[in-house]
């Protein structure tokens, strides 16, 4: 893909560049790594409108960065790397074709796991989520505006997966029956979590804390949150889910060998007292009753979304082969099912923090 020459003109850091990537390994967007003449490197990044509303984007953003910079300067912190303004003064720049791209500074040594190599990695992600969600607590949450609608919604998830099969290909569908079949038998999951929902504070939250979305730097030593796109109200407990999802298994998501899948649970105790004590406790009960759903939920709504996807020929995950979005789902579907057969288990440790 060309980047718009009216993007690079729109700041002073990329009037001149000498090369731009392909960089990072997210799903949705389009991300650069850039090299001006000068030799420095910056991340751009295309914000893709597809499945955000770029409107609430530039919205949402904008309060973030306002905020953010006093929090860090006030708490001696940094939490995410900074987005650099425009020649005019903006953090958001749009294209001719109405799409949004923004410019980052680069973190020299930053480097994001697909896979956690220890359970320090898994204590100090989760740590910095925490800390990322105290931040987030002290935002004005009804100034929010929704980027994705409906975006963590197990029910609505469930019924665009029927809709799935009632449309998908024969073939299609022959492929992935034990994974239908899965999907269709764990529906209570839905009610579970319907059970609760009205019951949990709705806070700002990151709503995409997949392991590659924080970056470790300095020896990693230190971390920083990226990916704010999805920050919008919710509730902490997909937060907590999605890290449970991505940090526990020893093999990526889209590992094709089934039995390297797995869930470690030394990573997952890291991770459940990293993000505690990254919240300095700040969770009310109801909250913390329900982690280990959140987890759950998460996960089925993943399921539910790669396997939805993959029906309908993979409109919406990048995908390197027709049947990825389908392996992926099976990696998911592995550590769903130990979760489930461990319930009890994983919830007596996190009741005993
Ligand atoms: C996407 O953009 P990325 O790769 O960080 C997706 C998440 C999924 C994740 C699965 C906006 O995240 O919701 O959990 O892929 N983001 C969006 O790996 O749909
Ligand atoms: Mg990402």
Redesign the pocket.
């Known amino acids: 893909m060309k980047i718009p020459e009216n993007i690079l003109e729109s700041y002073h850091e990329t009037k001149n560049i000498k090369s731009a990537e392909p960089f990072g390994?997210?799903?949705?967007?389009d991300t650069f790594l850039i090299t001006s003449v000068d030799n420095q490197k910056y991340i751009l990044q295309k914000v893709n409108k597809n499945?955000?509303r770029t409107d609430a984007i530039v919205k949402n953003y904008g309060i973030v960065l306002k905020n953010i910079f006093e929090y860090q300067k006030k708490n001696n912190v940094k939490l995410t790397p900074d987005i650099l303004k425009s020649v005019n003064g903006d953090f958001h720049v749009f294209d001719e074709e109405g799409s949004v791209w923004r410019l980052a500074e680069f973190i020299p040594g930053a480097k994001a796991y697909a896979i956690s190599p220890d359970a320090d990695v898994s204590y100090n992600a989760a740590k910095a989520m925490g800390r990322f969600q105290l931040f987030l607590n002290t935002l004005p949450s009804d100034e929010f505006d929704f980027t994705?609608i409906n975006?963590h919604d197990p029910e609505r998830r469930f019924k665009a997966f029927e809709e799935a099969l009632k449309v998908t290909d024969k073939d299609l569908y022959k492929k992935a029956i034990p994974e239908i079949e899965f999907s269709l038998k764990n529906k209570n999951i839905v009610g579970e979590y319907n059970a609760v929902v009205n019951k949990l504070p709705s806070k700002v939250t990151h709503?995409?804390t997949?392991l590659?979305?924080i970056l470790f730097y300095d020896d990693d030593n230190k971390t920083l949150v990226i990916?704010l796109?999805?920050i919008m109200p919710s509730t902490v407990l997909f937060d907590y889910g999605?890290m449970v999802r991505?940090f526990t298994s020893p093999a990526p998501?889209d590992e094709k060998d089934i039995t390297k899948v797995g869930f470690r649970k030394e990573h997952f105790e890291a991770l459940t007292k990293g993000y505690i004590e990254g919240l300095e406790g700040d969770l009310e009960p109801v909250e913390k009753d329900n982690l280990l759903l959140g987890a759950k939920t998460i996960i089925y709504e993943?399921i539910l979304?790669f396997l939805t996807d993959y029906l309908l020929n993979n409109p919406?995950?990048k995908v390197k082969y027709p049947e990825h979005n389908l392996v992926?789902t099976r990696t998911q579907i592995k550590i769903l099912e130990y979760i489930i057969d461990n319930g009890d288990e994983l919830k007596d440790f996190i009741d005993k923090i």
């Open positions: 390994g997210g799903h949705i967007n499945v955000f994705i975006f709503n995409d997949k590659d979305n990916d796109d999805t999605d991505t998501e993943q979304r919406y995950y992926r």
